[in-house]
């Protein structure tokens, strides 16, 4: 798998089917990413039931909300905290995908107030988007396991609402590696594949699921119980 973004959330050490997964997944574009920021939190949050969860180490990014669409070279290539003062000066209070991406931009730069209340404000902006609903699920779920435990159960009740979202579906899967719940990591993004895998996003979720599959042989897949 080439280098490349989802969204400017570098995925260097994601835990999937047993296994480190190397390398960034490419959402759009080929260009190289700036890493995080190396004081940024990292989320643990609760685990599925014994015997159904990931196995390996837990080193993930900060949780933040994905979007659909990839990040403009120019901007992919900042640190986190440099991408929240390009999208700082850019963004617009009438525009819900400005303040989208700047909620996004805090989250992985650690500012987690600052991303909730951009996702309020493009709630007000665009009440019937499921985007600010995500993105606060999100932002609840690094408070720890009680609101990871919310911000998964917000996430099922979205997709279920959404069967057709790829947002939706992407966001739930890209929840469940912090959860380190494999069945859920899978299905999900399995789902963002069959909705439409030709755009950004669904080809983002397929590469995910090859480099799942692949590690899975190469490791022995996920630890299960009979």
Request: hydrophobic share 45%; no cysteine.
């Amino acid at each position: 798998m080439s280098p490349g973004r989802i969204i400017g959330v570098v995925v260097t050490g994601l835990v999937v089917a047993g296994a480190v997964i190397a390398g960034a997944m490419a959402l759009g574009g080929t260009s190289d990413i700036a890493p995080p920021d190396p004081a940024q939190p990292i989320v643990v949050g609760v685990v599925a039931a014994p015997g159904q969860e990931l196995t390996g180490p837990t080193d993930l990014p900060p949780l933040a909300l994905v979007l659909a669409d990839p990040v403009p070279d120019d901007i992919a290539n900042l640190s986190p905290s440099g991408q929240v003062e390009r999208y700082r000066s850019e963004v617009a209070d009438d525009d819900a995908e400005s303040l989208l991406r700047l909620g996004a931009a805090e989250q992985r730069a650690g500012a987690q107030d600052a991303a909730a209340d951009a996702y309020r404000r493009a709630r007000a902006v665009d009440p019937d988007s499921i985007a600010p609903a995500i993105g606060l699920a999100m932002v609840d779920a690094v408070t720890g396991d009680a609101g990871m435990t919310r911000a998964t159960a917000a996430l099922r009740r979205i997709t279920a609402a959404n069967p057709d979202s790829q947002l939706a579906w992407f966001n739930r899967g890209w929840l469940a590696t912090y959860r380190r719940d494999a069945g859920d990591v899978i299905a999900s993004w399995k789902r963002v594949a069959e909705i439409d895998a030709d755009a950004p996003i669904g080809r983002t979720a397929i590469a995910l699921l090859k480099g799942i599959a692949e590690q899975g042989r190469t490791t022995g897949g996920t630890r299960t119980t009979g």
